[in-house]
C-alpha cells in the first residue's frame, strides 16, 4: 500500500494532517464540496466581485474533468450566481443552502418552499425597506439577507440589529429561521440547509464513497455535522474556531494550494511495491 502523505510542496498546509492525506489518496470514490465566498473566492465588499482567482477555476476545472472525484460548490448564493462568478467551470451547484441545485446538462431542480414562505419573504423585504436598509438588501427565492461587508463594527451592528427587529414579526411561529453569517444576517426558510444537501449528494455515490467539505463559515457546520464517519471537515479560517472540522486551511490561496494537491495525489498512477 502506498502511503505517502502530500507532496513536499504542499507541506506548508499544517492543518491537513498526513492521515487525511493518505485517505485521499486512498479512496475508491471521492465527493469533493466546497463553499464558495471566503473558501474558493477572497471576500470583496462589492459581492459580485468575490471571485476565485482564474488558477483557482482551472484547478476546479481539472478535478471536475479527472474522473476521480465528484466535485461541488455548495453556496448560500443562487446557482445562477455561482455558474457566473466560477464561469467557464461546468460541475455541480448547490445554491440557496440547499434549496437549489444544477448539475450539468440537467435542470436546475428547485425544492419547493415551505407554506407561506414565499409571502413572509415579500413582506420581510417591505419591512426592511421601510427600515432603511434597501442598500444592504439581497432578495433570493428561500431567503432574504442584509449584507454588511465594507461597513465597519458600528455601521454593521445597525444594519443586523436594524434586520432583527424588523424581521421580528415574522419569526414567529414561522417557516422562517434568523440565521447569521459572516458578513451578514438573513432569514431564511426552514427544512433545508447545506447539511441536508450533502446527505443527499453523499446518498448518490457508491458505498465507501470518502466525502469532504470545505467552508469558511458557520453555515458549512451544518455540512462538517452531516459528514460524520464517512469523512471531513476543513475550516477555512486558520485554527482556532470552534468547529466540528478535523482540518483547517486559512484563507482562499491555501484552499488553491489543498485544491492542487487533491488533483496530483488523486491522478497520479498508484505506485506498488515494498
Ligand atoms: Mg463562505
Redesign the pocket.
Known sequence: MDLTGPPDANRALDGIPGPLWDQVSLARARLLML?????LAPFETDRARAVAPRSTRELLQRIAESGRTRLVVV??RPVRDLAALLEPVRLTFVGEHGWEVSAPGERVVRHPLPRGVASRLERAARLARAAGLTAHLERKRSSIAVHTRGLDAEGAAHVTSGAALAWSPLLDRAPLRLVP??GGLELRARGRDKGTAARELLAREPAGTLAVHV???T??EDVFEALGETGFGVR?GGPGAPTRARAWLRNPDQVARFLETWLELTTRERRHGA
Open positions: 463553499d464558495h465566498d471566503g473558501t453556496s448560500g453569517f459572516d467552508g469558511d463559515d453555515t458549512d477555512v
